[in-house]
């Protein structure tokens, strides 16, 4: 029977929404581009019913051609920018926040997150989430290429906090690429299924099923 030692989240919509920080987001550019775009709570409305259709990968050029506007890419890009650097007002799930409370006792724990490193350094700052873990580790720190489902986050995050492999687990959201480096390592693999994740529907890549399958962090521990 493994004993685990280490507990290693991901942090969108594992820790928080990722809805919520994509709308936060919407703020921040309906307000800057008022200007361009108009009143900026139409803006905000339009923008969140993109969210949810095949246009959220370039949901800014789908709002000017919905307005009827020139597709400014000088625009987007302003655009892009400010929702990538904006102050995010956002909050732990409250499971989250517990669950990080009560592991802190008995845990090592960790994050390991990909995205750009200032966009999630702002997030998690806004969540206060640094004093509260051992090891943080944003893949495009590592250069380019590491992002999951490449091992080596998980290898530096081991080094890092030590122990063997076997004495770890990961908790994460999106079975198509997270856990796929973790379960070739020998870690304890959960994933944590969110009624507003994003990659709720995704399915599991080849080596990416979970060892656990949880829609709460209230759960975790009987696992662990």
Do not use: C
Request: negative net charge; without cysteine; charged residues 25%.
């Amino acid at each position: 029977m493994r004993t685990i030692k280490a507990v290693v989240f991901d942090l969108d919509d594992t820790l928080y929404s990722e809805r919520e920080y994509a709308f936060s987001g919407f703020t921040a550019v309906a307000s800057a581009f008022k200007g361009q775009l108009g009143d900026p709570v139409d803006t905000i409305a339009q923008l969140k019913a993109l969210f949810d259709t095949e246009h959220r990968p370039r949901m800014f050029n789908a709002l000017l051609n919905q307005r009827g506007l020139p597709e400014d890419e000088q625009l987007v890009v302003a655009m892009v920018e400010t929702y990538r650097r904006h102050i995010p007002r956002i909050s732990l799930y409250p499971d989250a926040d517990a669950a990080l409370t009560r592991l802190r006792a008995q845990y090592k724990l960790g994050l390991i997150s990909d995205g750009r490193t200032d966009t999630q350094t702002l997030k998690l700052n806004a969540l206060k989430l640094l004093p509260r873990l051992d090891g943080t580790i944003v893949t495009s720190e590592l250069g380019p290429g590491y992002e999951k489902p490449h091992p080596r986050p998980f290898e530096w995050m081991a080094e890092s906090l030590g122990g063997d492999h076997d004495q770890y687990a990961y908790v994460a959201d999106n079975a198509a690429k997270d856990v796929i480096a973790p379960n070739a390592l020998g870690w304890m693999t959960i994933q944590i299924v969110r009624p507003d994740g994003i990659y709720r529907g995704a399915p599991p890549a080849e080596g990416g099923d979970p060892r656990h399958i949880i829609d709460t962090l209230d759960d975790v521990d009987p696992i662990l």
